[in-house]
């Protein structure tokens, strides 16, 4: 292995950043005397709350009422003024919000399938940070028909992970002049520590659709979503909370019968289980978990040379998902397939956040490895926003063994100004069915980035040194022997006086040499976004790609019109250009749909004309469809019809029923074809819970 002396400079170069920033005060949003955190009283109360949707308690004549709300476009007080009380005892929090509205005949509420994002709806946000970090957050929802979603977000403004859920109870009304809901949230869903005299961070966001508005209480024109910016919540007396290790265990029992191409049927049985240990710790155990009820994943005709990232669905890896998330992917759960058994702890011990996993079963990179995989990430508070990660993972197979060790950051030098790194080394050894080593080397990468950031402006400069077989078991590394810098610059404004309501431009450029010093990558793209005073938007970029050995390029533009109207808006674009030696044209049409309040449809389709470098042509498309019907609150059936030129389909068709609060009941049917082979399958699922 071949690695530069620039890049061995490179390496050490997080470690001086690192020990500076240990050595300088931050300083933070509150300690700056001309910013003023908004803040209000909790009320300590002993008297139940019934949870229906109407302040009728007493109390919440007696509780402080937060308000001010500051509209993100106009940056002035909001013309829909929102009022949020809260209460408490020594069990749960209460919180009361009343959204004025002078128009309430053209409210958007129409989402009312739990736990998934109220895409054109209008709805309100309660954000907590009950440790008071500054770096994560829980985030409770709540649309006009009382539908609830919750999700929690990592450090430092990391993806909002909506794959976490808790038990909580919501109910709205909607009034003449106003809607208004209440919620009841047990202390237990969430970490917090049992003391006295606690301030916890505290915002809350209202989404107008009618008037594509975002609307804080705490405002912040870079970032209100993030915890550094939230105002605070006092007087929470806690040390009195009564702790409720809220075990619960789910036995299921489930069979799946496979028809088409092949015949074959299977019955399984397994439990899940998950309890606290602490108000701050929380474990999940889990046998032979089976994921047969959840939703397929979304095709793709895309153009890439690098593997595709895939959500996680699954229960069991949504809890502390967030804590495991780094600039670099060392650890990506979609790589465990069928476990055997699971077992994971996540929480928060002072200072320290953190999360333990142990896998037994298969996972799948490249090639199918059966083993054990154990995995520990903690990450650090440091100061008084910024924090340091550490990461250990060990996977032992049957064939060989992946190790990784890793350190990383996320430094607030000052409010505007961050660095990261990540330091990271893998040890892979690997043999094949004949038992010959094909694989024994150790490995590393390197990143590092500093960053500015204040609204309207966005920068970034990084740095990447990848060896060639840096590749873990468990990571997902789309790049390798790559060295080199990129950069990032971006103007995202939004307005309500002038020509446009939002308009973003961005500019990208990366340049990536390998161990033999050679360019392997070099990648332009400049792109901008306008939405007009009207609604009507469009969205123009050009990119300019070397990607060792294929010169690489394309231009797209795109027109959506009643932008932020979801269900009434619709999309068109085009793109054009060369891909690996071939050009091709692109034509992408969508529409979302409601024709009616339980049906919302979504339709898209991408069709894609190739002049091969054979001289051949070829037309490659996706169309899919992709519904849900609710035949009660507590039953619904999801659809999703995907069909390419390939002769390839994915038709899948789940039904849902909560049969009782305890006891729900899935059924599956699968089909799938690739070519000559089509393989269908019914699945269906009984769970009950135990609490």
């Known amino acids: 292995m071949n690695v530069s002396h620039g890049n061995v400079r490179f390496l050490i170069l997080p470690i001086l950043v690192v020990f500076v920033c240990l050595h300088t005060r931050q300083l933070s949003a509150h300690d700056d005397p001309n910013v003023i955190a908004p803040s209000f009283r909790a009320l300590k109360v002993d008297a139940p709350l019934t949870v229906d949707g109407i302040l009728d308690e007493p109390f919440w004549q007696q509780a402080d009422v937060a308000s001010d709300f500051i509209d993100r476009r106009?940056?002035?007080?909001a013309?829909?003024?929102?009022?949020?009380?809260?209460?408490?005892?020594?069990?749960?929090?209460?919180?009361a919000v009343e959204a004025f509205d002078d128009k309430i005949e053209e409210l958007h509420a129409t989402e009312q399938r739990e736990d998934r994002f109220f895409s054109g709806d209008d709805f309100v946000q309660l954000h907590i940070d009950p440790t008071h970090n500054h770096r994560t957050k829980y985030g409770f929802f709540s649309n006009p028909l009382g539908t609830r979603l919750d999700g929690i977000e990592g450090f430092s403004g990391s993806s909002w992970n909506t794959g976490w859920s808790a038990e909580w109870d919501l109910a709205a009304k909607i009034l003449e002049d106003r809607w208004v809901f209440e919620m009841r949230i047990p202390f237990g869903v969430m970490n917090y520590r049992r003391e006295d005299g606690q301030t916890w961070g505290i915002n809350f966001t209202r989404r107008i659709p009618r008037l594509d508005s975002y609307t804080f209480w705490s405002f912040s024109p870079t970032d209100s979503f993030?915890?550094?910016?939230?105002?605070?919540?006092?007087?929470?007396?806690?040390?009195?909370?009564?702790?409720?290790?809220?075990?619960?265990?789910?036995?299921?029992?489930?069979?799946?019968?496979d028809f088409g191409g092949r015949r074959d049927s299977t019955y399984e049985a397994g439990i899940?289980?998950?309890?606290?240990?602490?108000?701050?710790?929380?474990?999940?155990?889990?046998l032979n978990p089976d994921f047969g009820q959840v939703e397929a994943d979304d095709d793709?005709?895309?153009?890439?040379?690098?593997?595709?990232?895939?959500?996680?669905?699954?229960?069991?890896?949504?809890?502390?998902?967030?804590?495991?998330?780094?600039?670099?992917?060392?650890?990506?759960?979609?790589?465990?397939?069928?476990?055997?058994?699971?077992?994971?702890?996540?929480?928060?011990?002072?200072?320290?956040?953190?999360?333990?996993?142990?896998?037994?079963?298969?996972?799948?990179?490249?090639?199918?490895?059966?083993?054990?995989?154990?995995?520990?990430?903690?990450?650090?508070?440091?100061?008084?926003?910024?924090?340091?990660?550490?990461?250990?993972n060990a996977s032992e197979f049957d064939d060989g063994h992946s190790r990784v060790a890793s350190a990383d950051g996320y430094f607030f030098l000052t409010d505007e100004v961050r660095f990261a790194y990540q330091g990271s080394v893998g040890d892979d050894?690997?043999?094949?069915?004949?038992?010959?080593?094909?694989?024994?080397?150790?490995?590393?990468?390197?990143?590092?980035?500093?960053?500015?950031?204040?609204?309207?402006?966005?920068?970034?400069?990084?740095?990447?040194?990848?060896?060639?077989?840096?590749?873990?078991?468990?990571?997902?590394?789309?790049?390798?022997?790559?060295?080199?810098p990129s950069f990032e610059a971006a103007y995202r404004h939004d307005s309500e006086k002038r020509w446009y309501k939002r308009l973003d431009v961005v500019f990208d450029n990366r340049l990536y040499q390998n161990e033999e010093n050679q360019t392997v990558l070099r990648d332009y793209l400049i792109g901008s976004r306008v939405v007009?005073?009207?609604?009507?938007?469009?969205?123009?970029?050009?990119?300019?790609?070397?990607?060792?050995?294929?010169?690489?390029?394309?231009?797209?533009?795109?027109?959506?019109?009643?932008?932020?109207?979801?269900?009434?808006?619709?999309?068109?674009?085009?793109?054009?250009?060369?891909?690996?030696?071939?050009?091709?044209?692109?034509?992408?049409?969508?529409?979302?749909?409601?024709?009616f309040e339980r049906l919302p449809i979504r339709y898209e389709l991408n069709l894609r004309f190739e002049d091969l470098p054979t001289g051949e042509q070829n037309t490659a498309w996706l169309n899919r469809i992709v519904f849900d019907y609710f035949i009660t609150d507590t039953m619904w059936v999801k659809s999703s019809l995907q069909h390419r030129n390939d002769s390839v389909h994915n038709i899948s068709a789940i039904y849902g029923w909560k049969i009782k609060?305890?006891?729900?009941?899935?059924?599956?049917?699968?089909?799938?074809a690739e070519r000559k082979e089509t393989l269908n399958s019914v699945f269906t699922k009984l769970v009950y819970t135990f609490n």
């Not at 003024?81 to 069990?91: C, E, F």
């Not at 289980?273 to 889990?286: D, G, K, M, V, Y």
């Not at 609060?661 to 799938?672: A, D, E, L």
Request: glycine share 6%.
């Open 74 to 77: 106009t940056q002035e007080p």
């Open 79 to 95: 013309s829909q003024q929102t009022k949020v009380r809260i209460a408490y005892t020594q069990t749960d929090l209460y919180i």
């Open 226 to 257: 993030r915890p550094h910016n939230f105002g605070h919540l006092t007087n929470l007396d806690l040390a009195d909370t009564k702790f409720d290790r809220s075990l619960e265990i789910s036995p299921y029992v489930s069979g799946r019968v």
């Open 272 to 286: 899940d289980t998950s309890f606290r240990l602490s108000p701050s710790i929380i474990t999940a155990l889990t």
């Open 300 to 392: 793709t005709i895309e153009l890439r040379d690098t593997e595709r990232f895939l959500s996680e669905r699954r229960p069991f890896f949504r809890e502390g998902e967030e804590i495991l998330r780094m600039p670099h992917r060392l650890y990506y759960s979609r790589r465990f397939t069928d476990i055997l058994t699971g077992a994971k702890v996540t929480g928060e011990h002072k200072d320290l956040n953190f999360a333990f996993l142990n896998i037994h079963g298969d996972t799948i990179h490249g090639t199918t490895r059966n083993g054990n995989s154990s995995v520990l990430r903690a990450v650090q508070n440091i100061g008084a926003k910024s924090s340091m990660g550490y990461y250990l």
């Open 429 to 484: 050894r690997m043999r094949n069915e004949s038992k010959d080593l094909v694989k024994d080397r150790t490995d590393f990468l390197g990143y590092g980035s500093l960053s500015y950031e204040k609204y309207p402006w966005y920068f970034t400069a990084s740095y990447d040194a990848i060896t060639e077989g840096f590749d873990p078991a468990l990571g997902l590394i789309f790049r390798r022997n790559v060295f080199g």
């Open 532 to 595: 007009f005073q009207n609604d009507f938007g469009i969205s123009l970029s050009h990119s300019d790609d070397y990607h060792k050995p294929y010169h690489n390029h394309r231009t797209s533009s795109r027109f959506s019109f009643k932008t932020s109207d979801l269900w009434r808006s619709a999309d068109i674009g085009w793109a054009g250009g060369k891909f690996q030696e071939a050009d091709y044209n692109e034509l992408i049409l969508g529409k979302p749909w409601k024709p």
């Open 661 to 672: 609060p305890k006891i729900q009941w899935y059924f599956v049917f699968n089909s799938v």
